[in-house]
């Protein structure tokens, strides 16, 4: 099943504004990450924030969480061309001891120049 | 730099073939991971694998096995390949074994499968 659900599915901004994604997940969680997937790649690894965190900053990125509500969301301040991507939440959970990595179905952005 | 390595970038191969997906990290993680990634449906965990000769059911099992040989090489293999197979299929290595620490999955660029 899957654990995470991005929203909104597609994204379309300018470049210079901000873009916010959103992540809900299902069950507790150790941490929750963020990547991003450039056209026919794989991901990369952006940000993690822990269960016991609110707030988690990286440059331009501003993740936050809420595990009363087991959401999350991602902010790119001051986007560029350049991040035009997918981008994936990811809950990782313990599965009998051992690191269980599950995927959001992803947002999709574009930054138009 | 980690570098995850997939064997292959494109595949074909027939419906009732048995397919060799393989995958094989450089940094010593104890933990790999297969995902196939369809339009829509983000990334799918299939298996996962925490030490040699271990493994684990992701969510999305059937219709396939994983070896685990050397801790290095993880393998996916597809029994008898069927159309709904034809997928991106993601390989990711992390180094710890505990999901309470920091471990970042690092990721190959995918195998794009198609069984015709």
């Known amino acids: 099943s899957q654990q995470g659900e991005e929203d909104p599915q597609a994204l379309s901004i300018q470049e210079g504004e901000n873009a916010t994604m959103n992540c809900s997940y299902k069950?507790?969680?150790?941490?929750l990450q963020w990547y991003r997937q450039n056209s026919g790649r794989g991901l990369v690894h952006l940000i993690l924030?822990?269960?016991?965190?609110r707030e988690k900053h990286s440059g331009r990125l501003r993740v936050t969480l809420d595990t009363s509500k087991k959401s999350s969301s991602l902010l790119i301040t001051a986007s560029r061309a350049a991040d035009t991507a997918s981008y994936f939440c990811a809950t990782d959970a313990a599965s009998g001891g051992y690191q269980k990595v599950t995927f959001g179905t992803g947002t999709k952005l574009q930054v138009i120049p | 730099d980690v570098k995850v390595t997939q064997s292959s970038r494109y595949l074909v191969k027939r419906t009732g073939e048995k397919v060799f997906l393989e995958c094989v990290q450089d940094m010593d993680h104890e933990n790999m991971f297969w995902y196939r990634q369809d339009p829509g449906l983000g990334l799918r965990l299939i298996y996962f694998?925490?030490?040699?000769?271990?493994?684990e059911k992701g969510d999305i099992p059937e219709g396939y096995s994983v070896s685990r040989e050397k801790k290095e090489r993880f393998s996916l293999i597809l029994e008898s390949a069927s159309t709904n197979q034809t997928s991106m299929y993601l390989c990711a290595s992390s180094l710890n074994k505990w999901g309470k620490n920091y471990s970042p999955l690092h990721f190959g660029n995918g195998t794009r499968l198609t069984v015709t």
């Open positions: 694998s925490y030490d040699v000769k271990m493994k």
């Open positions: 069950t507790s969680i150790n941490n």
């Open positions: 924030i822990r269960s016991n965190e």
